[in-house]
């Protein structure tokens, strides 16, 4: 069984920094895309980064550009995701997915884990 | 960036109706086009990929089709578990988006 689980989130100023954690499960981790999805508060979903299997390749949306690092060890089969510099705005719960390969879509999702931004 | 643009935004409906979601593309995505659902509460699911293809596991009574970058899904029958907000979502071009969202009623 396919499980993603994630870990980290929590309240944090702005300005501060934060690492969350995805533990996969029941999949081969080092052969998949994986990615981070985030939904502010009663908003709709925005994809945040994806990274390559190797972690050879990243992609971010552009208001994280700078501010965020995705990263990924095959040997934990885990997935990260380094925030800096944040900003009230980064408040959301953040999701970790499996990109199921051939079709490019997001075919599991982890519980989430929010993440708020205030002082 | 590709934008998604979904409507309607919320539909009511009863159950037994034949609801219909239209999501258009800024631009030209091929098939590469999935649709989610999320209950309040929950994870979203994959319900749909490559704009027509049914997630394993997914009732028959959800159904994607394209034309050109106009993508529609249609829940044949609602049925009282279907009430929830859709989303459609392109992967052909970073950075990946999704529409805004249909909440059904």
């Known amino acids: 069984e396919v499980k993603l689980v994630e870990s980290g989130g929590g309240l944090v100023q702005p300005g501060g920094s934060l690492r969350l954690s995805c533990a996969a499960s029941?999949?081969?981790?080092?052969?998949?895309?994986m990615s981070w999805v985030r939904q502010a508060p009663g908003k709709g979903l925005e994809w945040v980064a994806n990274i390559k299997p190797d972690g050879s390749e990243k992609y971010y949306v552009d208001s994280v550009k700078g501010r965020f690092t995705i990263s990924r060890d095959n040997a934990k089969n885990s997935l990260y995701l380094q925030m800096n510099s944040l900003r009230a705005e980064d408040t959301a719960v953040y999701f970790c997915?499996?990109?199921?390969?051939?079709?490019?879509?997001?075919?599991?999702w982890g519980q989430g884990t929010l993440v708020t931004v205030s002082s | 960036d590709i934008q998604m643009t979904q409507s309607p935004s919320s539909v009511s409906a009863s159950v037994g109706d034949r609801v219909t979601i239209t999501c258009r593309a800024s631009?030209?995505?091929?098939?590469?086009l999935a649709w989610y659902q999320q209950k309040p509460g929950k994870v979203p699911k994959l319900l749909i990929y490559g704009a027509s293809s049914l997630q394993s596991g997914v009732p028959s009574r959800f159904s994607g089709s394209a034309s050109g970058t106009d993508f529609t899904l249609t829940i044949s029958s609602l049925q009282p578990e279907d009430f929830a907000t859709y989303y459609c979502?392109?992967?052909?071009?970073?950075?990946?988006?999704f529409g805004g969202g249909t909440k059904v009623e």
């Open positions: 029941g999949f081969t981790f080092s052969s998949f895309w």
């Open positions: 997915e499996r990109i199921d390969t051939p079709s490019r879509s997001f075919d599991y």
């Open positions: 979502q392109q992967s052909s071009s970073y950075p990946l988006t």
């Open positions: 631009q030209g995505i091929s098939s590469w």
